[in-house]
């Protein structure tokens, strides 16, 4: 008897979701829910149903975990509430700031229903913050130091691309090298953000737009890029798609601590991510997610959890002896 | 409330848990049990009682969790389940290929008296191999690689040192770092043990003793050297007392996997550890996993666990909520 995996929403996540539970013998897709109309959308796996949001009540008993797939600014913090009353779910909450009230809110409602949920899954929030927990309760004399990229962000794209004239725009954040090697060599330096990233923008323009003025606005915007040292180049549509269609991204969790009598010793632990595809390594974590979540819902455990309260292996496919036999 | 820490066992690990114990304002030290004469040992804690091992059982209501800190070869596999009639108990048992029948015995040992019991914690086993864990869970289809070093290996150095002529030696284990690279940048090959890793040897030998002899013996000697690269060095008595005093360790797990309906994507995972002292760092895990075994044992769950079957949060001073608000 395989998990029966439900997906909500389907782009980018929902589709890695989909790839990754055909990578996972234990599991199947039995449907995914849309906001579209059903009948435009079709799916990759052959058998999985594709229905309306409005109808997932009636999958009710025919789906053990239901992963849901929107994004974080609209979507999920009503729908992983309100899905909760009918499923056990996952989501990849990652507004770090607003995590504390979306548990509180998911929480209530899977208790009261009865149902387990896993939120903020992922790299970060997720493996990132898990690497953060581990490294601080083992060094809780030390520093951490997060690092993104290099990778594409959603966000700083959409800031270029809303700029008059710019026709579309991909936006890198790149670790600052030596600052990443100052860090890993067991220093503790402070960093303001600039000296931590660079910021490259790959920009096409609309036609007749005028480069320098756009070149200026990217360089000057407050909060996204005017505390950068920021890179913008102009090229073509057709570059842009031939070499800048992926959804790279990564990044670095590194501790620096001491230990012994006097703090003589010190131990840098560093957890890195490469990443070819954002959101299909997100959705990776989200289906080992859910299998948790199936196994502590037949716990009877209700009420929200984060990837910091879940036993490892609760994650895995493998027994508790293969993994002692195999991995330990 | 602070919780109260035995250790048993007062050699380079058992020093490293005194130590850890002071950086963690959640503990403090009990009591250290000790084989030797008690009166010939003094520590470094004001106020720690310092115990024959025979005396244990007289402490059984003043201490919270007991850590093991003998050797896997002889002390671990009779102490940890003894010791489990008597107290909550963490080890580090570290002896790959036993840890099962290690985990039946103290498991067993541990349900009957009714304590927590959590082995073979440290870095390898231990995180390291929490990272193989999540690794595999998130990419299924991939390749486990792990590298050692750069470190000093007791076992090599002292195979050196049972050598006819060696007055001292100490052995470095270290990564090649073209294969690293190559897995680094995600690609899968299949590595010789003297592929992944060469040996480097300090060597003080006897008055009189010949040095071209004692070399060849290093490098052809099976299992340990001979299918490595090794490169020897004579030195001087205080040359290794100066540059080769410490016990610094280290390494690397690397998975590298694919997602996308076609696995069109690849993805690497790294965890790296450099570790001034290998003993302190192993020490300091083994005061995460101390305050674990307390909260499971508050919690009731008597048997054996391992890093595996322990929720992260566990191993962390801070609150769930803090760990949300700050780490996650």
């Not at 269609?245 to 632990?269: A, D, M, Q, Y």
Request: hydrophobic share 40%; net charge negative; charged share 25%.
């Amino acid at each position: 008897m395989k998990i029966r995996i439900g997906i909500a929403g389907y782009g980018n996540l929902g589709r890695g979701v989909e790839c990754a539970v055909r990578q996972n013998d234990d599991m199947e897709l039995a449907a995914v829910f849309t906001r579209r109309a059903p009948e435009t959308v079709s799916v990759l796996t052959k058998g999985a149903a594709v229905c309306s949001a409005a109808e997932a009540a009636a999958w009710r008993d025919k789906i053990d975990v239901l992963i849901l797939c929107g994004g974080s600014a609209t979507d999920l913090p009503a729908q992983t509430a309100e899905y909760a009353e009918l499923f056990h779910v996952v989501d990849s909450f990652d507004t770090h700031a607003r995590i504390p009230e979306h548990f509180a809110r998911v929480d209530a409602a899977a208790r009261k229903s009865g149902h387990t949920a896993l939120i903020s899954a992922g790299w970060d929030p997720g493996m990132f913050s898990l690497n953060r927990l581990y490294a601080g309760a083992i060094l809780p004399e030390g520093k951490d130091y997060t690092f993104w990229g290099r990778g594409v962000s959603q966000g700083h794209s959409d800031a270029v691309r809303r700029i008059a004239g710019v026709k579309d725009a991909r936006q890198y954040t790149i670790p600052v090298e030596t600052a990443l090697e100052t860090v890993r060599a067991g220093e503790t330096p402070e960093l303001a953000a600039g000296e931590k990233h660079t910021r490259e923008c790959f920009v096409v323009l609309e036609e007749g737009a005028d480069a320098a003025r756009v070149e200026k606005e990217i360089k000057t915007m407050p909060n996204y890029f005017a505390d950068y040292e920021t890179t913008v180049h102009f090229i073509s549509e057709e570059e842009l798609r031939k070499n800048h269609g992926g959804i790279p991204h990564g990044g670095f969790v590194i501790r620096s601590g001491v230990t012994g009598w006097e703090k003589e010793n010190r131990h840098v632990i560093e957890y890195r991510l490469k990443l070819d595809s954002n959101p299909e390594f997100t959705s990776s974590v989200l289906v080992a997610c859910a299998r948790a979540v199936y196994r502590l819902a037949a716990e009877g455990q209700a009420g929200c959890r984060t990837l910091f309260d879940v036993a490892p292996a609760y994650l895995s496919a493998k027994s508790a002896e293969e993994l002692r036999a195999e991995l330990l």
